[in-house]
């Protein structure tokens, strides 16, 4: 049953210094939006950074910055192009731009061969565009990389807090290591999602402003970084950053 | 490999007139609300309604219902209770409110239970919430129940959109019936998505402002008829309702 491709997935990964899976329980809570401007916050900030995007469910991050004309070169697996600075790989460029009904047990199939395909370079970030949900995609990923780290996205919406909050007890009780949560699109002022975060024992990384120019910036990558999602990103990535530089 | 409970499906089906499914490529669009809000309208207006949640990414009409007490009733299948006058099933009521990380196979698996399992009485509509996306659950769904429509849930956002697209280019390559496409959330008086709607050949069903109204009436049910999801869905839901009458 063992597939040998698996062994080579660490193997591949080990030049990274840290994996970042930003996620969310709920689809529409601007995921996608987040990983994106995450990945460019930490690039500006001078840090070396890939972009990864696994979402099985429609991958979005190439519309987002406008990539839609790179492709990866192949060279003894497959190089990332590179994207606005970010190394840029996606697996819309497998799937392409049709419908694409992945069974459980083909999305596992396309995971790891991405997984052990994909030549990353010496990267301080590896940013990952989960699928939304608690699916196989997301339990795989937790199976293969050991050290990868959650980034939880959530809108101030019940609705998506409580699917939210199932998926943090899933990586609960999977050991997964979960940096916080973002409350994203917020529109009050409103503190019950900080509340039922630090209740759940998480960490509240802070909230992000309902801002209609994220729209606008779509298909133009670093623009995203002049919305509010670049703005509050930047003062909670620049946490990563120097925990990062003090690191021997 | 023929399961016999499939057999038994549209058996349990037949006393149903019509079967809407309600339905994203992409999460977060307020589809469950939508759903929820179009089968409470339906039942409004006279007719007799089932909702059956089959979000199997994270269940909630229960939570826009209010409806967390009710037990369906066991009795040579199971019995739907009725909330707010709808006969009203969820797999939350298989899956409870704990994290459900349903592998592929395991979804089947479900969705073939609780259909085979449940007895609707005689409906004019049975509204189902769909998972979003173009998963197992879809797939499977669209092979059991060929008479299946589906009502599809979108909002102005370009991403949301593209997701979309894909899923309805996937639902006309199985030959599915869609009635047509909701734009949710509405910020501004643009038509961009009406006019992509139209150019895939698809009809326009009109479109449902953003209105923090929804967000307070998660919880209270019939409340919802009373904000913009509720209005705006009267309008596009008599057609329904004038279609079914005029039938013989």
Not at 221 to 241: M, N, P, V, W, Y
Request: one cysteine or more; aromatic letters at 6%; charged letters at 25%.
């Amino acid at each position: 049953m063992a597939d040998p491709r698996i062994s080579v997935i660490n193997e591949r990964l080990i030049r990274i210094t840290r994996i970042i899976a930003v996620s969310s329980g709920k689809g529409g809570v601007g995921k996608s939006m987040v990983a994106t401007a995450l990945a460019l916050t930490l690039a500006r900030g001078g840090c070396r950074v890939g972009l990864f995007d696994l979402d099985f469910t429609g991958p979005s991050t190439h519309i987002i910055l406008g990539a839609k004309k790179v492709q990866p070169k192949e060279e003894r697996g497959i190089i990332p192009p590179t994207v606005d600075g970010l190394e840029y790989m996606s697996l819309v460029y497998y799937i392409g731009d049709k419908p694409a009904p992945l069974r459980g047990l083909d999305v596992s199939n396309a995971l790891i061969e991405l997984l052990s395909v994909t030549q990353w370079g010496t990267l301080d970030f590896l940013v990952i565009d989960m699928p939304p949900g608690i699916g196989d995609a997301v339990l795989d990923l937790v199976r293969f990389i050991k050290r990868i780290e959650f980034f939880i996205v959530t809108t101030p919406s019940v609705l998506a807090f409580e699917t939210v909050k199932k998926q943090v007890e899933l990586l609960c009780e999977l050991n997964t290591s979960i940096i916080g949560l973002v409350e994203n699109m917020k529109m009050d002022k409103g503190n019950v999602i900080e509340v039922a975060t630090k209740k759940l024992g998480l960490r509240y990384l802070g909230a992000i402003p309902f801002d209609p120019k994220v729209e606008e910036a779509i298909g133009k990558g670093k623009q995203l970084l002049s919305t509010a999602i670049g703005f509050d990103l930047q003062k909670i990535a620049e946490r990563f950053i120097s925990k990062q530089k003090s690191d021997p």
